[in-house]
């Protein structure tokens, strides 16, 4: 079943996203619900931006076909995610990455809220945890978390005035940025305060999704456990080394 309805989507974009609804949960719902832009898009593959043309995600399962949609990606985009291993080649020769993150993509395709038991009081993160979660939270730097709190899209969770821990949405909406403080792991506050996200995101009709990186098996244990469903096939995140 496909998550993008007519208005953002022509039918063969949506049909080809409905062929493999995990691998391309991403784009497709960046384009029904955050600022997505359907560059192009055939019953071949989608290449999908935002509306800046500063970030970009491609899915393809004809290799030339993908191949053209990196060719329309301004050659100077520091990060490229490809849904096909395919497309990790031509990517590298278009941008010459020298870099790349293979990892899992997840979609909860369930549509009932999870039922948890409510021990924390969860709610939005302000400035005043900016130092601590930037401490603990290093992808992105600290104007990473400074955009999530502005735009209202980090939790932190709290036992009276302790803080546990946190978690956010990525700028395309995916679920990330879960961190609980040493002191209270394995007392099931991550599951907690993903459960938490999982249905604010029901709630307001979309698809809880997210990447978990090959090798986190600990991150991918507790996905599974919630209820996700992982893609047949990997996602690879290409970009250039840092010195």
């Given at each position: ?29 960046w384009l029904r619900f955050h600022d997505g832009v359907l560059v192009e898009g055939s ?192 996602v690879y995140w290409l970009f250039h080394e840092r010195d």
């Amino acid at each position: 079943m496909s998550h993008v309805n007519e208005h953002y989507a022509p039918q063969e974009v949506i049909d080809y996203f409905a062929r493999d609804p995990i691998i391309n949960s991403e784009l497709s719902e960046w384009l029904r619900f955050h600022d997505g832009v359907l560059v192009e898009g055939s019953s071949n593959g989608a290449l999908v931006s935002d509306k800046a043309g500063r970030m970009f995600m491609v899915s393809a399962t004809d290799p030339d076909y993908g191949a053209h949609l990196l060719s329309l990606i301004p050659a100077d985009i520091p990060v490229v995610p490809v849904c096909q291993e395919a497309l990790i080649a031509p990517a590298k020769e278009r941008f010459g990455f020298d870099g790349q993150t293979p990892c899992y993509r997840l979609a909860y395709l369930k549509i009932e809220p999870i039922q948890y038991e409510k021990r924390l009081d969860i709610r939005p993160a302000t400035m005043e945890q900016l130092d601590l979660i930037a401490a603990n939270y290093h992808i992105g730097g600290k104007e990473r978390v400074v955009r999530r709190i502005e735009n209202g899209q980090l939790w932190c969770g709290w036992l009276g005035d302790e803080f546990v821990g946190f978690i956010g949405r990525h700028d395309r909406g995916t679920l990330g940025m879960l961190h609980v403080f040493d002191r209270y792991r394995r007392q099931g506050y991550a599951h907690e305060l993903e459960s938490f996200l999982i249905n604010d995101m029901l709630a307001k009709g979309e698809l809880p999704r997210g990447d978990v990186i090959v090798g986190n098996e600990e991150s991918l244990k507790l996905q599974k456990k919630l209820g996700f469903e992982v893609a047949d096939s990997l996602v690879y995140w290409l970009f250039h080394e840092r010195d």
